[in-house]
Every structure is written in structure tokens, then in C-alpha cells.
């Protein structure tokens, strides 16, 4: 059984914030108060060696507050962590030799010097034997095809080009887990599936640990093989990617091109996501009415010109748990 | 950490930023023009200064010159853009992957810092120098003299860029570090004795100067400059030594209390 190589266990973290004091008498004696912010509570879960784990969930989840706490950088109000063995916020000097980070729009890079001398650097930061970094760096280029950008200041280069090199300054070291925050915040269509592909690469080369928070299901779909959602800093469903969407499989999207300019639809299990000139898009919820029904129906009711049926992207999964779990609240 | 690791970080981080100042040709040349302008206005303003005045102190205009010529020098040569720059890391979140990296940032900083100021020493101590010496039109404190203010202003690198380092991280607490290196600036005008000797200064305020570190800065250099005995330049040595020492230590301090704030979420 392979080993957990990131281990949390009831982790949570409160932030003190300042809140501006209501104009009146008060405001003269004090211009705000403090009160305490719950960023995570009690999350749990454990990372085995060589997973690629997403860590989803909206703005203020708490998705970047648990990472940087894995890695060293926030230390919490309650529970522990280990990652590597190390607990992040006691050994950070010793955890950064196992750790790689990658945090979108920040850069490892000095941003006057050729990425070649940043490169230098590091090694002797991370005290790599010269043979070793030397051939470590040669691997790095030809994954991620930096031999052209390594001559030029970090500073010159397109943001999908430096991150790229941010991505190589984080292996350098070959640290057995890599620590990725919206890795691909900024970046192009092009340089995304790049990255992505570079990402894939390297977990398969490198058996690296990979733990990512993106807002992009694009980026978990193609990199991780497990989902972690969380919302207002606790833990709302740990699934391997594939069994998420298995359960939401239930869920398909029908598209119709119609002869009718303006198609009108209305059923049970049957939710209308877009309605436009001779177009209709539908969720249908297989589990309340059969597709096939569905399909039956549009057909006698409409002249269909052209019809596709697609599984729920992840993006819609997401949405709907997030429905579904949260609406008791 | 090993010694030796810290010692590779900071050779090679020097490396770099000796290598880097070398390549700016025009900031070296724009920094010897200033230092000609700076050095040619108040060469004039000490020859209108009256000789009897400073003689009692043992001093000539041209010793005032050359004093000037070597505080100048250690100014011009130090990167003090070089704050702004960690401010901003600091203020971008940068910080964050600095920090969590095997070798403490301080020792990264230190070599930079000390890389850029040799780099310029290097290529401007000859033609500044020789340029003082011009307007001064005599007094010249022998190359021995020259060799050893040389030698101090390397040593004082590290003061310069320690003190930097602490201003930029100063804005982890109080946000934006301007108005204390604003301070910084005029104590180091002041109590280092950018313009005249320390000697000149009213007794009272000397002694103060001499308790802080800085005329080790600037001063303690300079001091090469002026006639006098060796056991003063030796004094002076002494002092600078001693607040490498402290202000290295500070500085190590500062680097932990960065981490520490950051972990505990309270920057800034």
C-alpha cells in the first residue's frame, strides 16, 4: 500500500480582520474592530505518494489558505499536518528541499538575469551536486522546451514562457511533491493545454505528488485523478475524479438545432439551459425521466436539424454539488 | 544548514549581482557623471569655506575633499533602489516562494547586495578617485591610505546592504517602508558623516555617531582620506568590524522574524 506522503488532520485556521466601526461616538474612540474569520475548519485527508490530487472550490473556500499551510507558510490555529514527515510550519527550511512551488503570477525568477543564472542559483540554494543539476536542468529543457528561453531575462519573456521556467526553477530539485496554486492563471488557451501536457509529462516521468487548486476544471480534468471540494473552509466531498463523474453521470446535456425559430420545451427532470433562434440546450436528469423519452419527445415535437448528447462537464458537477450540499444551509 | 552551503549561496548570489551591475553600462556612467557633478559643486563650496577655520582641527580644504571624495564613493556604490526592490517582492506576494526555500533569504540578499556595491566599487573607485584628486589639487593620502579606504568601503557593503535588507522587510510590519528608509537616509547623512568629518561635529553629537553603526558606513572609510594617526584608522577598523558582526546578526534575526510573521498571518 503506498505511503501518505500529505497527511491533515482537523486542520483549521481563523484570521483576525478589522471591520470599520459605524460613524457615531464610537468612530472617535476607535476607527474598527476586530473580529475572527474562519478561513478552514476541521480538514481532514490524507495524499498517498505519486497522486495528483485538485483542490476545488470557490473564491474564499480556503483552497490557498490549506495549501500554504501545507507548504510552510501559514501556521494554523488548530489541528496538524505532515507533509514529507515534516510538519510544513516548524521544518520549512528542511520541507522546502521535498517541495516544489508553483503559484500563478508569482515567479522563482529574478527578473533581470537570464533564466540560465536563476537556474544557478537555485542549485546552489537547494545545494544540488553540479553533475546532477546540470542533467536535471538538460531533462527540464526538453520537457518543457525552455533550451531557447534560458538565455533570456525572466523579464522579457510572455507569461506562458515564464511560467514555464517558474515550473522548471520548482523541479530543479526534483522534490517528490509539487505544490501548484492556479498554475494557469493568465495564460492562453495554447500555453494552457502546453502546461498541461508539460504537467502530465512530468507526474509520469517524475512519479511527483501533485496537489493543484484551479478554478479551471479544465486543469483538473487533465492533470488530477482525485477531487477535493471544499467550501467556506471545510471539506465537502474527497472522490476520485472518475467516480465523481460516474455519479454525476446521471446528468446529460441535449443539444438541438431546430427548424422552428423559437423551440419551447418544459418536463419534469428537464431543465431548459438555453433557449435562443432555432436552438434549445437541455439538462436532462436521467434518473427522473429516460433520455430516450427526452429524445422521443423533441423529435415529434420539433423538426430537428441536428441533435448531441454530452455527459455534464465538469464544471456543471461542480455547480451542482455545490447546489445540492449547500442548500439545507 | 552547513556553513559551506551558506557560504556557496552567497558567492554565487555575489556572483550574480557583480555580474548583473557590470552589464549596466549606463547607470555606471550616469552614476560618475552625478558623482563628477556632486564632487566639482562642493569642492567649490569648501574653498569658500575659510581655511582657519578647520586648520585648528589639523585638516587642509583638499583633506575635506578627499574625505568627501571617499563617502561619496561608498554612496554612489550602494544599490539603495535595492529596498524598494524587496518592498516590492514583499507587496507582490513573491516573498512567499522566497521564503520557503532550504537557505535562509537573508544570505541571498547579503551576497546580492554585496555583488552589486563590488561591482560598482570596482569600476568607479579608479575614475572617481582620480577625479577627486583633480579637484582637489593635492593632499593626496598615498596609495596605502587609498588601498585601505578601498578595503573599508568593501567591508562596509554589508552594513549597507543589511540595513536595506531590514528596511524593505520593514514594510511586512508598517507596510510601506519609505518614510523609515527616509530616516534611514538622513541618520546616514548625518551620524555618517557624509559631508564633513566626524571630527568637526560638536562633541556631544560625535560620541552619539560613534555609537551607532553609521559612520561605519560611510565615516569609518573616509577616515583613510584625512592625515592622522593609525592607531585612529585602527579604531575605526574595530568599529566597523563590530557592527558587521552585530548588524549581520540583526539581519539573520529579521529574516526569521519575516517567516514568522508571515506564518502567523500577521503582515502588514
Known amino acids: 500500500?503506498?505511503?501518505?506522503?500529505?497527511?491533515?488532520?482537523?486542520?483549521?485556521?481563523?484570521?483576525?480582520?478589522?471591520?470599520?466601526?459605524?460613524?457615531?461616538?464610537?468612530?472617535?474612540?476607535?476607527?474598527?474592530?476586530?473580529?475572527?474569520?474562519?478561513?478552514?475548519?476541521?480538514?481532514?485527508?490524507?495524499?498517498?505518494?505519486?497522486?495528483?490530487?485538485?483542490?476545488?472550490?470557490?473564491?474564499?473556500?480556503?483552497?490557498?489558505?490549506?495549501?500554504?499551510?501545507?507548504?510552510?507558510?501559514?501556521?494554523?490555529?488548530?489541528?496538524?499536518?505532515?507533509?514529507?514527515?515534516?510538519?510544513?510550519?516548524?521544518?520549512?527550511?528542511?520541507?522546502?528541499?521535498?517541495?516544489?512551488?508553483?503559484?500563478?503570477?508569482?515567479?522563482?525568477?529574478?527578473?533581470?538575469?537570464?533564466?540560465?543564472?536563476s537556474y544557478d542559483l537555485l542549485a546552489k540554494i537547494y545545494d544540488l551536486e553540479p553533475e546532477a543539476y546540470r542533467a536535471q536542468r538538460a531533462r527540464l529543457a526538453a520537457v518543457f522546451g525552455l533550451d531557447e528561453l534560458l538565455a533570456q531575462p525572466a523579464r522579457t519573456l510572455s507569461l506562458g514562457q515564464r511560467t514555464r521556467?517558474?515550473?522548471?526553477?520548482?523541479?530543479?530539485?526534483?522534490?517528490?511533491v509539487l505544490f501548484l496554486d492556479e498554475p494557469t492563471i493568465g495564460l492562453d488557451v495554447v500555453a494552457k493545454a502546453l502546461l498541461r501536457d508539460h504537467l502530465n509529462l512530468l507526474a509520469h516521468e517524475f512519479n511527483t505528488t501533485i496537489l493543484l487548486t484551479s478554478h479551471d476544471t479544465d486543469?483538473?480534468?487533465?492533470?488530477?485523478?482525485?477531487?477535493?471540494?471544499?467550501?467556506?473552509?471545510?471539506?465537502?466531498?474527497?472522490?476520485?475524479?472518475?467516480?465523481?463523474?460516474?455519479?454525476?453521470?446521471?446528468?446529460?446535456?441535449?443539444?438541438?438545432?431546430?427548424?422552428?425559430?423559437?423551440?419551447?420545451?418544459?418536463?419534469?427532470?428537464?431543465?431548459?439551459?438555453?433557449?435562443?433562434?432555432?436552438?434549445?440546450?437541455?439538462?436532462?436528469?436521467?434518473?427522473?425521466?429516460?433520455?430516450?423519452?427526452?429524445?422521443?419527445?423533441?423529435?415529434?415535437?420539433?423538426?430537428?436539424?441536428?441533435?448531441?448528447?454530452?455527459?455534464?462537464?465538469?464544471?456543471?458537477?461542480?455547480?451542482?454539488?455545490?447546489?445540492?450540499?449547500?442548500?439545507?444551509? | 544548514m552547513r556553513p559551506g552551503h551558506g557560504i556557496a549561496v552567497l558567492a554565487e548570489s555575489a556572483r550574480l549581482g557583480l555580474k548583473h551591475t557590470l552589464g549596466e553600462r549606463l547607470l555606471l556612467l550616469g552614476s560618475f557623471l552625478l558623482y563628477g557633478a556632486v564632487m566639482l559643486t562642493y569642492s567649490a563650496v569648501f574653498r569658500a569655506v575659510g581655511t582657519s577655520s578647520i586648520a585648528g582641527f589639523g585638516l587642509s580644504q583638499a583633506n575635506l575633499i578627499w574625505y568627501m571624495g571617499v563617502t561619496e564613493l561608498v554612496l554612489f556604490c550602494t544599490p539603495t533602489f535595492q529596498f524598494r526592490e524587496f518592498q516590492h517582492e514583499i507587496h507582490s506576494g513573491d516573498i512567499d516562494l522566497l521564503l520557503v526555500r532550504p537557505c535562509p533569504l537573508w544570505i541571498v540578499k547579503l551576497g546580492d547586495g554585496t555583488g552589486r556595491f563590488w561591482a560598482r566599487l570596482l569600476v568607479l573607485s579608479v575614475p572617481c578617485l582620480t577625479l577627486t584628486g583633480i579637484v582637489a589639487g593635492g593632499g593626496f593620502p598615498g596609495i596605502g591610505r587609498m588601498a585601505g579606504a578601498l578595503l573599508c568601503a568593501g567591508l562596509a557593503s554589508p552594513l549597507l546592504t543589511a540595513s536595506l535588507f531590514m528596511l524593505g522587510a520593514s514594510c511586512l510590519w508598517v507596510r510601506h517602508a519609505d518614510p523609515i528608509y527616509w530616516i534611514w537616509h538622513k541618520c546616514l547623512?548625518?551620524?555618517?558623516?557624509?559631508?564633513?568629518?566626524?571630527?568637526?561635529?560638536?562633541?556631544?553629537?560625535?560620541?552619539?555617531?560613534?555609537?551607532?553603526?553609521?559612520?561605519?558606513?560611510?565615516?569609518?572609510?573616509?577616515?583613510?582620506?584625512?592625515?592622522?594617526?593609525?592607531?585612529?584608522?585602527?579604531?575605526?577598523?574595530?568599529?566597523?568590524?563590530?557592527?558587521?558582526?552585530?548588524?549581520?546578526?540583526?539581519?539573520?534575526?529579521?529574516?526569521?522574524?519575516?517567516?514568522?510573521?508571515?506564518?502567523?498571518g500577521d503582515a502588514a
Not at chain 1, 165 to 176: I, S, Y
Not at chain 1, 284 to 295: F, G
Open chain 1, 165 to 176: 521556467c517558474d515550473l522548471g526553477a520548482a523541479l530543479l530539485h526534483q522534490p517528490p
Open chain 2, 189 to 264: 547623512f548625518l551620524l555618517g558623516g557624509l559631508l564633513w568629518p566626524l571630527a568637526l561635529y560638536p562633541a556631544a553629537v560625535r560620541h552619539f555617531a560613534w555609537a551607532t553603526p553609521f559612520p561605519a558606513m560611510i565615516a569609518a572609510p573616509a577616515q583613510w582620506g584625512l592625515p592622522g594617526g593609525e592607531w585612529w584608522l585602527a579604531a575605526a577598523l574595530l568599529h566597523q568590524l563590530f557592527w558587521v558582526a552585530a548588524i549581520l546578526l540583526v539581519m539573520a534575526k529579521a529574516g526569521n522574524a519575516m517567516l514568522r510573521t508571515i506564518q502567523g
Open chain 1, 219 to 329: 486543469d483538473i480534468e487533465r492533470i488530477c485523478d482525485r477531487v477535493i471540494l471544499i467550501d467556506r473552509g471545510r471539506k465537502l466531498l474527497d472522490t476520485s475524479l472518475g467516480e465523481l463523474q460516474r455519479d454525476y453521470n446521471r446528468f446529460k446535456t441535449l443539444r438541438l438545432a431546430t427548424a422552428g425559430e423559437a423551440p419551447a420545451y418544459a418536463r419534469g427532470g428537464v431543465t431548459v439551459v438555453e433557449q435562443g433562434l432555432h436552438r434549445l440546450v437541455l439538462t436532462v436528469d436521467t434518473c427522473a425521466v429516460a433520455l430516450e423519452q427526452v429524445i422521443a419527445d423533441c423529435l415529434g415535437r420539433f423538426s430537428v436539424q441536428d441533435i448531441a448528447i454530452e455527459g455534464m462537464p465538469l464544471e456543471e458537477i461542480v455547480k451542482n454539488i455545490y447546489a445540492t450540499r449547500l442548500e439545507p444551509q
Open chain 1, 1 to 117: 500500500m503506498p505511503e501518505n506522503i500529505i497527511v491533515a488532520e482537523r486542520l483549521g485556521r481563523d484570521f483576525t480582520m478589522r471591520r470599520p466601526v459605524k460613524p457615531g461616538w464610537r468612530g472617535w474612540l476607535a476607527k474598527s474592530v476586530k473580529h475572527t474569520v474562519e478561513a478552514v475548519a476541521e480538514l481532514s485527508f490524507t495524499i498517498e505518494a505519486g497522486a495528483k490530487v485538485a483542490f476545488i472550490g470557490p473564491n474564499g473556500a480556503g483552497k490557498s489558505t490549506t495549501l500554504r499551510m501545507l507548504c510552510g507558510l501559514l501556521r494554523p490555529t488548530s489541528g496538524m499536518a505532515q507533509v514529507c514527515g515534516l510538519v510544513p510550519w516548524k521544518e520549512t527550511r528542511r520541507l522546502a528541499q521535498s517541495i516544489g512551488l508553483v503559484f500563478g503570477q508569482r515567479s522563482h525568477l529574478w527578473p533581470s538575469l537570464p533564466v540560465r543564472d
